[in-house]
């Protein structure tokens, strides 16, 4: 769930990014989100963004835009596979069964699931995600 836009104290609106089912796997919207002109509107927004690959046999991967990879403090020489491994290896052993329940639901079903869980950063301590 993206965060509302507002203003003057009102929401005025939301930003969503889903795929349709026949094309689940196809992360092409992601990258176009992803691109310059894109993330500046992000940007002045505030808002992270994060996509994450989880393909049988491969390794997961993390794509973020530049705020995401600010507020969870990745090195900019990161993969997305280190960064994968940096964000799941912080949330608590006791929430991981949760959070691989909802990317396990939102890999075979489609759906959109919305998950808030503790998770240990770096320099502030347990953080909501």
């Not at 993206?2 to 930003?15: A, D």
């Not at 990014?17 to 992803?34: G, S, T």
């Not at 949760?98 to 503790?118: K, N, S």
């Amino acid at each position: 769930m993206w965060p509302p836009l507002r203003e003057n104290g009102t929401t005025i609106g939301f930003i969503g990014v889903n795929n349709p089912r026949p094309c689940i796997h196809d992360d092409a919207h992601v990258r176009v989100l992803l691109q310059h002109s894109n993330e500046d509107l992000l940007q002045s927004l505030q808002m992270g963004f994060w996509s994450i690959r989880r393909d049988q046999g491969r390794a997961s991967r993390m794509i973020v835009n530049d705020t995401i990879e600010k507020v969870l403090e990745f090195e900019q020489s990161d993969t997305p596979v280190q960064r994968y491994s940096y964000w799941y290896d912080r949330i608590p052993e006791e929430e991981r069964k949760t959070v691989d329940r909802a990317l396990e639901q939102m890999r075979t079903d489609g759906t959109v699931v919305q998950v808030c869980f503790p998770w240990n950063h770096l320099r502030l301590g347990r953080v909501t995600l």
